[in-house]
């Protein structure tokens, strides 16, 4: 942008990125622009196709990171060649194959796995608001709600007055 013959860049007002760079294009001599206009094209060519890219970057940065990585641990291994990643992977990638997912064939519990769970069940102890209480535990709960002298909490006798008082 020219003002009186004078370059001036673009303010903060600007949302637009491509009147910034062209106004920096024009201050650039011609072949040094044509020189960065290549740079960037021979850049951004890998990076949009996929084959060229694992080639040239992926399979590098890969390279680089095995060798910092520490080896892959046994329960690792074992839950990667499991194969049930797939579920989480399909649900998480924002669109899901519905009908794989449910075509997938529900889970049922083997009878041994039934009667695992029931003597587990059997073996438990019962809840705590179901036990009966002993007569020890019933008394001291009794004596808990108890007055002063045993009376019933809140009992004044009766609602009488107390002899000599001037209420």
């Known amino acids: 942008m020219a003002v009186n013959g004078t370059l001036i860049m673009p303010g903060p007002h600007d949302i637009s990125i491509a009147p910034r ?9 011609g072949w040094l622009a044509l020189a960065l206009t290549l ?49 989480d992977a399909d649900l998480f990638s924002g669109k899901p194959d519905w009908s794989r997912m449910l075509a997938f064939p529900v889970a049922k519990l083997t009878a041994e796995d039934r009667d695992g769970i029931a003597s587990y069940i059997k073996a438990l102890p019962p809840r705590p608001d179901a036990v009966p209480k002993s007569e020890k535990e019933k008394k001291s709960d009794e004596d808990e709600d108890a007055g002063p002298a045993g009376e019933p909490a809140g009992d004044t006798g009766g609602g009488k007055e107390p002899e000599g008082s001037d209420y």
């Open 21 to 29: 760079v062209a106004w920096i294009a024009r201050t650039l001599p």
């Open 39 to 87: 740079v960037f094209v021979l850049l951004a060519i890998p990076g949009n196709l996929p084959s060229l890219r694992r080639k040239l970057v992926s399979d590098a940065v890969f390279a680089a990171f095995r060798k910092v990585m520490p080896p892959m641990s046994q329960t690792e291994r074992e839950a990667i060649e499991a194969g049930t990643v797939w579920w």
